[in-house]
């Protein structure tokens, strides 16, 4: 896939690592003039392994760099050539990969090597000196997975309420989940700041918008996205997309040619 300015090549993460990781991508992006973006949250943790100019995100200078989910978007700013391959770890990758609490890195954004030490250095190094995207997505693969299997051992019962929230499109309540694992309230939310960073409610939020996202994407009305995704109307929708991803359903969703804006 490319654009002006940018191109991509994405890889489906080997068996052994799906549980971890959803998205393993290497790219490359040269523009003309700095480019700032506004970054959408997403259902997982960001992880860049980037070589080239530094960027800025969220007001910082980094290169690579990596955080935790958060309820809100972001800014980046593309100031120069860089190129590497990005990472969307599921909250359990990263909590193995950076072993500590995720609420430590919520919406935030942190050095890699501050994170990884020697490891970091190394991973963007060896990318650096292999120049096929293929084998750069591959190479990825294999170090990401050895350096989360030496990770903390995680039970299943996150997991498995993580997967229950994303099959319901975050539509399932936190009372639902705590009740289904025999936890209480109290014990559930901070179980999901240790492993995933955000309350069950937060979590759910974030979901919900991505699954949004998809639907308006898709051409599927905006009226029966908020409907089928549980706002309670258009204007709780465009709340959470201006909060979540500093955009609209209206500028998300496809217009037919010749169609007017509505106002």
Not at 11 to 21: H, K, M, N
Not at 159 to 172: N, Q, V
């Amino acid at each position: 896939m490319s654009t002006p300015g940018l191109a991509m090549v994405e890889a489906t993460p080997s068996a052994a690592l799906r549980p971890y990781v959803t998205r393993l991508c290497a790219y490359r992006e040269h523009y003309g003039s700095p480019v700032t973006r506004s970054e959408a949250v997403v259902p997982g943790a960001v992880l860049i392994l980037a070589f080239g100019t530094p960027m800025e995100v969220g007001g910082e200078r980094v290169t690579a760099f990596t955080g935790g989910l958060g309820d809100r978007f972001t800014v980046t700013r593309v100031l120069g050539p860089a190129e590497g391959v990005e990472v969307v770890l599921t909250p359990f990758g990263a909590r193995r990969l950076y072993g500590l609490p995720m609420r430590h890195l919520t919406n935030l954004t942190v050095p890699v090597e501050d994170l990884l030490g020697p490891w970091a250095d190394l991973a963007v190094g060896r990318l650096a000196e292999t120049p096929s995207w293929r084998e750069r997505l591959a190479l990825v693969d294999r170090l990401l997975l050895a350096r989360i299997q030496e990770g903390p051992e995680l039970g299943p019962e996150l997991p498995w309420a993580w997967a229950r929230l994303l099959e319901s499109g975050g539509r399932l309540s936190p009372s639902s989940l705590a009740e289904s694992l025999g936890w209480s309230h109290r014990h559930l939310v901070a179980r999901f700041q240790d492993q995933i960073g955000l309350p069950p409610k937060t979590a759910a939020r974030v979901i919900r918008f991505g699954r949004a996202l998809r639907l308006l994407r898709s051409g599927t009305a905006i009226a029966r996205v908020a409907t089928e995704c549980g706002f309670y109307d258009q204007a709780h929708m465009n709340r959470e997309f201006r909060m979540l991803g500093d955009t609209t359903p209206g500028q998300i969703h496809p217009r037919r040619a010749g169609a007017r804006r509505a106002s």
